[in-house]
């Protein structure tokens, strides 16, 4: 298969099918919502960094947050989400969001030095 690609979300299936397909080929699971799906939150991460380096952070915090809802087990989102919580001084909610990302990866490094800043904050 030549140009783009979109894998089924299936992971039984996991079929690599055209990019402009509505159902995946091999397993007949819809693919288009998917893609769209993926392509938004990638859109709304970057908005989120730009927003963040522009020191909107309520803007970004808004932005990742709405990757992390759609998206629950993104840990670059997650962290994200925490470092702009964090720095808009809802370290309560940072701390929530960095003890996930651990949960599931324990030796992210970005959750933990954010960890150690919300400990050495309430020191």
Not at 46 to 66: E, I, K, M, P, Q
Not at 84 to 90: E, M, N, Q, S, T
């Amino acid at each position: 298969m030549s140009g783009p690609v979109i894998p089924c979300p299936m992971a039984r299936c996991r079929a690599d099918n055209p990019f402009d397909a509505d159902e995946c080929e091999r397993c007949g699971t819809p693919v288009r919502g998917h893609a769209r799906l993926t392509a938004y939150t990638a859109y709304l991460f970057n908005r989120g960094l730009a927003a963040a380096r522009a020191g909107r952070l309520t803007v970004a915090r808004d932005h990742f947050a709405a990757v992390v809802h759609w998206c629950p087990t993104d840990t670059e989102a997650r962290n994200a989400l925490a470092l702009a919580g964090y720095r808009l001084g809802d370290v309560t909610e940072a701390r929530r969001h960095w003890e996930l990302v651990c949960e599931r990866r324990p030796d992210d490094p970005l959750a933990r030095r954010g960890l150690s800043l919300v400990v050495e904050g309430s020191s």
